[in-house]
């Protein structure tokens, strides 16, 4: 399909732009129902959340009688406490799951490339956590973290290695790392399909060159295995970390974001605030801000990929 | 059995004028077909099963039977902590009234207490309501202030105001205008497990008296037997964290505002009283300086308490008198050896009156829900079936189903229930009935504001969390929550 650049646009002018479009309007057909679908529920939600956050809305107050407000819900959210401990929440959640998340998937694809019996059946099994509800699994996972009556409480109190049940997610101390665990063994799969699917391009005779010339396994790993697979890890990165950023169902089922919102992110605390409370001028300015975190990561994806293909069209 | 010393209790709440003005502020109480001023478990008995009522033929006068239309209802239904036999009742009142009004379209949909705010809310926002709907007591006085919902008495739907508790009425008026009629009200009462209170050396058949008394007890159990004491519950956007809290909270004679009081005015700030504070640290005694609660309770609701106490792993905690059938039905699943362990517990269960303050102030939460109708422009397709949306109302609140539909779990809205054959019928199979209906003139309702589902499910909840937690001291804890109300009452962002 021709890509119209603004470069040709510019340089031949607008008639000849709209020839072109005039001549590919066939092309522009089979795509205007997707973008129409786009501009509805793609489109007005961004003009909507932007506009309304500029605006005040009380809780004794219908949206309609929303009272402007200019750039006070930024200013409020900018000094609030809660804001920055929300941020650093969010990066710490979106840092720890995407990198571990990664590097636990990349070693289990290294491990499954090898051919070896059950590798089949160990892949199947690995791939579980990624395809159960995460609904689900936050309520089970729930249950074995239960501060009380969990399983691995019971199992260590069980074998004397503790007096009483460790507390996971009843402590501001212990309920964000024991989320990231469990947002881990959710996402790990991913990391692993992806770079599993990166290692299928890895040229051998690459690899059995190398061997011949007497790299070790380590450096046959870093100088072919790894540079081959740095565009299909950069895009894993990249999802996972919009993904995490974006993430929701695991904090919000397991804790709420508590306890004393030490297991806020972003997400939950724009959910608590349109929904709980009603901010939804607060709430919109939040996602607006979000929303503009989420556009640098889409930046480096789409570079990523565009990289990925002027490579593909050179080669 | 079970020795629960009602009499005096009931009788020192009965002179309790502030609290009971508060509930029966209606001007006819004279003429109320039940009269409150004689409230008490022998009145009750007295009452129940003199009168007859036929609930078709009544609606009928409201919208006849063979009424033909639409109605797209949402109403909070049962959830996992209800028991089963109230999951009957809800099935039996659609079956009835689909029957009773066949040529009425209804479409109906439930949803849990949790989850019905933010629906409801979102689906306003998007002109999507439904053109009724079932709100918890909570949630009424939002929807009116914002101009959601159409005016509506009990006079609309065929009954009179008298027939239904002052309290709740209270809830469902903003500016002088009534928006919705109740169709049930409760309140919760103490139990605990007489088996354990003996092995923690307590007298196996008495409440603890005060909320002073609860935290002594919590700890003995815990240092005793090294099981939780008393269930705490704590979880934001919870709707029984309030339910358990808000008692303690005016029992110690502090509030979030002036709501325990006859006249609330709503305008003095109350959450960093020294009362307040004082009904805080009891919390905070027992979750972090003797750890004789569950540790869970930050993340845990009254649905997570109930399995434990079954299972004898929990000695007292504040619930519905529906918690008793609710054991049988855990107790009814169970197997092996933990259906008898299920059954020793249900055999030591006991209810009591909610323990006082320490100037022996009792305090209940006034809960429950009530129907309203949505105007036009806020319902999907723009049109309100409003006679069928009476139908439906005048069947929910009529004596017959007000009680049925409260039958475990709750009390009647309509008055009239108590009057009926299906209350005497309650009151000989429901145990421990007695207690909570009891406590029904010690309740006090939620301030009636729009404010006031973000002061319950989070402000209070938050306060409890950073204290519990240890983010904040008891007192700042309380500082930090009186000041959210304010920026609140004030239209802050």
Known sequence: MTILTGKTGTRGGLRPLLRKIWEHRADYAYVLPAIAVMLIVIAYPIYYTVELSFFNTPPGLQLRDKIFVGVDNYTAILSSEIFWKVTSNTLIWTLASTFIAFVLGFACALALHRDFVGRGVLRAILIIPWVISAVAASYIWKWIYHSDFGIIGAVLVQFGLADRPPNFIDSVSTVLPSLIVVNIWREFPFAMIMMMAGLQTVPDQLLRAAKVDGANAWQRFWHVTFPHLRNVSTVTILLLAVANFNSFIIPWIMTGGGPSNASHIWITHIYELAFGRQRWGVASAYSVLLFLILMMFGYFYVRALSGNERKDGSA | MTRITLGGAVLRGTVSTALVASLMSAPALGAAPVDLSKWSPEY???????????????????????????????????????????????????????????????????????????????????????????????????????????????????????????????????????????????????????????????????????????????????????????????????????????????????????????????????????????????????YVRDKSVPVSALTNQQADNQPLFLAGQLGMMISHPSDYNVMLDLQNRATGTDKDKAQTVINNMRYGLIPTGPDGKRAVVFGGSNIHILKPEYVEGGKVDEPAAKAIICMWTSPEWSLKMAYAGSNPGNLNGFKTKWMKERLDSIKFLDVTTSMLPYGIPFPALPQSPEIMNIIVPDMLQNALTGAMTVDQAADDAAKRVKELMGGGL
């Open chain 2, 44 to 286: 009750v008995r007295s009452i129940a099963g003199t009168q007859d009522f036929d609930t078709a033929a009544d609606c009928a006068k409201v919208t006849p039977l063979d009424y033909k239309g639409r109605l797209t209802f949402w109403y909070q239904g049962v959830f996992e902590g209800d028991p089963d036999l109230l999951r009957q009742y809800y099935k039996d009142f659609f079956e009835t009234f689909r029957k009773t009004y066949p040529n009425i379209q209804l479409e109906d949909q439930a949803l849990t207490y949790n989850d019905l705010l933010d629906k409801f809310r979102t689906a306003l926002l998007g002109n999507a309501a439904p053109m009724a709907v079932r709100l918890q007591i909570l949630g009424g006085t939002e929807f009116a202030s914002k101009g959601y919902l159409q005016p509506l008495k009990p006079e609309d739907v065929g009954y009179s105001t008298e027939d239904f508790w002052p309290g709740a009425m209270k809830a469902v008026t903003w500016d002088g205008v009534t928006y919705g009629v109740p169709t049930n009200n409760e309140t919760m009462a103490f139990i605990w497990n007489a088996d354990i209170f003996k092995r923690a050396g307590l007298d196996p058949d008495k409440a603890p008296a005060t909320w002073d008394d609860v935290v002594k007890y919590s700890k003995q159990i815990h240092d005793k037997l090294g099981i939780a004491g008393y269930g705490l519950v704590a979880r934001k956007n919870a709707g029984n964290t309030p339910y358990r809290f808000m008692p303690q909270l005016w029992a110690y004679g502090g509030g979030v505002f002036d709501e325990a009081t006859a006249n609330p005015t709503y305008k003095q700030i109350e959450l960093d009283s020294p009362q307040s504070k004082a009904a805080l640290q009891a919390s905070y005694d027992m």
